[in-house]
């Protein structure tokens, strides 16, 4: 069955072609199919379009289909081309013409765009939790590990005295930041693509307001145009959201691969988490970190793949934008999985102590002895060269106080700010409750 059906066979190969993995990603959408479906069966019924005794039956069978889509029973029957196929089919065996008043006022073209957007919205949601659960972690482990030093790095080169409370805490507020910047990205998913039709609106008169509150979305797409332009658009900015984590993740992978080696020895984890060499006994790896290292570098390319499909598309729906499933739905996923082990990871980090004892780190409390010098007189400049003299010439003997006290440091890393930062970017989110949404939705009429 498929919605455009007009009696014409498609050859076979073309349709496996065109088909592609839909299926496989059609049923992640298929809850979302059904509840823009009920929210569009309302609309028509309060627009007078079907009769308010249809739509109450068509609400009864959605709701079975929903409660089956969430249970993972909703599958295309052979022959079926998609979700919304499949969902009209039942809907017309169960309720005969009824079924097939469904599709009134709407096109494929915005009930996928609806799809998307309602999808998209509940995995921003997963992501953001996720996100905010790890920096919470970082944190913990920041506020216990404060007050350890730890050599901080310019050019790969011993440069001053940072500590785990900065490093754990940097890496906190660099996720409060990511959530930040998905804010923005949460909110132009939050956007009503449904009564756009196919890109031009609808001759019928469907009420855009309705389905908007209906669906809790906070805003619509005003033009049906920029509707149907936003497929695509709404897919790179999620695609940008996905490499802004995943960038921090990659980093913070990286630093604790480095940091755990034998020439660092700054970090351990426990050894049932790394594994062993084939032929070298002594073989602690941090494979785990690698791979989280591995595949969020490759997930800050999600919004360039998205662009290659894209960029040189006309305004107006093509099937082009199928492709575009296949990229971010597993992008999205394995997001919230390196989250997850991310998590795990932090949580399991055990801390040198005395790093700094080492003779290695000789000469980074450098800049102290110049800011010494400064503070009993001695112009910055002629401090700089009197200590840079004592160090070439193995006069050198430095100290191992510090004075850091301005937020943001070694002796003040501005935990509790962090954390401040952290709830004010994830409570910014306008989430929205979709089993609220649903149940609404399906009691609308009430009872029959």
């Known amino acids: 069955m498929k919605l455009w059906d007009k009696e014409i066979s498609t050859e076979q190969s073309i349709l496996a072609f065109t088909t592609g993995k839909d299926p496989l990603y059609d049923l992640e959408l298929a809850p979302y199919d059904v509840v823009g479906s009920m929210a569009h069966t309302i609309m028509l019924a309060e627009t007078g379009l079907i009769g308010k005794k249809e739509a109450a039956q068509l609400l009864v069978e959605m709701d079975q289909l ?3 889509a969430m249970e993972g029973k909703l599958l295309l029957e052979p022959g079926v081309e998609d979700i919304h196929s499949q969902v009209e089919m039942v809907l017309t065996r169960k309720l005969g013409d009824t079924g097939k008043k469904i599709h009134t006022g709407r096109s494929r073209n915005d009930q996928v765009m609806v799809d998307v957007k309602l999808f998209l919205r509940d995995e921003i949601k997963e992501v953001a939790a996720g996100t905010r ?3 919470d972690m970082l944190l913990k482990q920041a506020e216990t590990h404060k007050d350890v030093l730890m050599p ?3 050019h790969m080169q011993v440069a001053m005295p940072s500590s785990f409370g900065l490093w754990f805490g940097g890496y906190a507020e ?5 959530l930040t910047y998905m804010q923005g990205i949460h909110a132009v998913v939050n956007q009503n693509p449904l009564g756009s039709a196919a890109g031009f609106g609808s001759s019928f008169p469907v009420n855009r307001e309705l389905t908007t509150s209906l669906l809790a979305f906070e805003e619509m797409h005003i033009s049906s145009v920029n509707a149907q332009m936003n497929r695509g658009k709404t897919e790179w900015y999620v695609g940008t959201g996905i490499g802004a984590v995943a960038s921090t993740l990659a980093r913070l992978a990286m630093d604790a691969v480095l940091f755990m080696g034998q020439n660092f020895r700054f970090i351990s984890l426990p050894p049932e988490l790394t594994t062993g060499s084939s032929i070298m006994p ?3 790896n941090p494979d785990v970190l690698e791979l989280l290292r591995a595949k969020c570098n490759r997930l800050t390319m999600v919004a360039s793949e998205v662009l290659a499909v894209t960029g040189n598309l006309i305004s107006g729906y093509h099937r082009d ?3 575009l499933k296949e990229i971010l739905h597993p992008a999205l996923e394995e997001l919230k999985i390196c989250l997850e082990m991310m998590h795990y990871v932090v949580k399991q980090m055990e801390i040198n102590k005395d790093i700094l004892n080492s003779d290695t780190y000789l000469y980074i409390y450098s800049v102290e002895e110049v800011n010494k010098k400064v503070q009993a007189g001695t112009p910055f400049r002629d401090a700089y060269r009197e200590v840079a003299s004592e160090i070439d010439s193995g006069r050198y ?11 943001g440091s070694i002796g003040n890393p501005g935990l509790a700010e962090i954390e401040a930062k952290l709830e004010k970017a994830y409570g910014g989110f306008r989430f929205v409750n979709s089993a ?11 009872k029959s």
């Open 397 to 407: 003997r430095p100290g191992r106080d510090h004075a850091y006290t301005h937020i």
């Open 66 to 68: 929903y409660r089956e």
């Open 152 to 154: 901080g790095y310019t």
């Open 174 to 178: 660099a996720l409060a930041d990511d």
């Open 436 to 446: 609220e949404v649903v149940n609404r939705l399906s009691n609308y009429f009430g």
């Open 321 to 323: 934008f199928q492709v």
């Open 133 to 135: 659960k790890l920096a």
């Open 282 to 284: 002594h073989k602690k």
